[in-house]
């Protein structure tokens, strides 16, 4: 089975605080996405990437970085956090030429 | 742009009776289409899709969603709601490219 696992379920962090969200795929996809989920809104795609060092902005990449160092990691970072970021986040991975994305647990971020 | 329109907030049905999540949708070219399932504090599964091919796609859990092309909708249904069938159901779409659009959302309420 696919993974895509997220270093983290819930967080708190402090306003102005520089965040690192974590991701991992075990299953050697090529595209990686950050989406944020917030009620009444579905899922927004923040960043993705399509292969190693290569990324696309998404639909609200404002306040918001990503990293793909390794192909199996993707990394969203939160510049200077702020309390309108706080949100469930998701990632998910792809094959390309793939059909459906394959989602981690997502992360909850509250920021204080 | 492509974009999915659940209109929808909320479906309530009682067990037993049958279910039906609303979905339509916008996009230029053949329309890749998938219905996802949230938990609660979970991230998304997978339900199924429709590529290409007969407009009735079963999934998993006994769901099943009709493609119209016509109408641009791809309705989620379920013959017998199960009470552990509550939760928040996305419908997605995609065309050229690897990004997913989603919609906004629909909670499904099954009562006993």
């Known amino acids: 089975d696919v993974k895509v696992t997220q270093s983290s379920r819930y967080l708190v962090k402090r306003t102005g605080e520089k965040v690192f969200l974590e991701c991992v795929q075990d299953?050697?996809?090529?595209?990686m996405f950050w989406y944020r989920q917030d009620p009444g809104l579905g899922l927004r795609l923040i960043y993705f990437?399509?292969?190693?060092?290569?990324?696309e902005k998404g639909d609200i990449p404002e306040g918001y970085s990503v990293s793909r160092e390794k192909k199996e990691r993707f990394s969203l970072i939160l510049e200077s956090a702020s309390t309108n970021q706080t949100s469930m986040y998701l990632c998910?991975?792809?094959?390309?030429?793939?059909?459906?994305?394959?989602f981690g647990q997502g992360t909850r971020l509250t920021v204080v | 742009a492509q974009s999915v329109a659940q209109p929808e907030d909320q479906v309530n049905v009682a067990e037993g009776n049958p279910l039906t999540v609303k979905c339509t949708y916008s996009?230029?070219?053949?329309?890749?289409l998938f219905w996802y399932v949230q938990y609660p504090n979970r991230g998304l599964q997978f339900l199924l899709k429709?590529?290409?091919?007969?407009?009735l796609v079963k999934g998993s859990y006994g769901f099943e969603a009709e493609f119209n092309k016509s109408q641009t909708s791809f309705h989620l249904k379920k013959p017998s709601a199960l009470v552990s069938d509550s939760a928040l159901y996305f419908c997605?779409?995609?065309?050229?490219?690897?990004?997913?659009?989603f919609g906004g959302g629909t909670r499904l309420m099954v009562k006993p």
């Open positions: 998910a991975s792809s094959p390309v030429g793939g059909t459906e994305a394959f």
């Open positions: 299953m050697d996809h090529e595209n």
């Open positions: 990437s399509y292969d190693v060092k290569m990324k």
């Open positions: 996009v230029s070219g053949n329309p890749y």
């Open positions: 429709y590529i290409t091919g007969d407009n």
């Open positions: 997605a779409v995609k065309s050229a490219g690897n990004m997913l659009t």
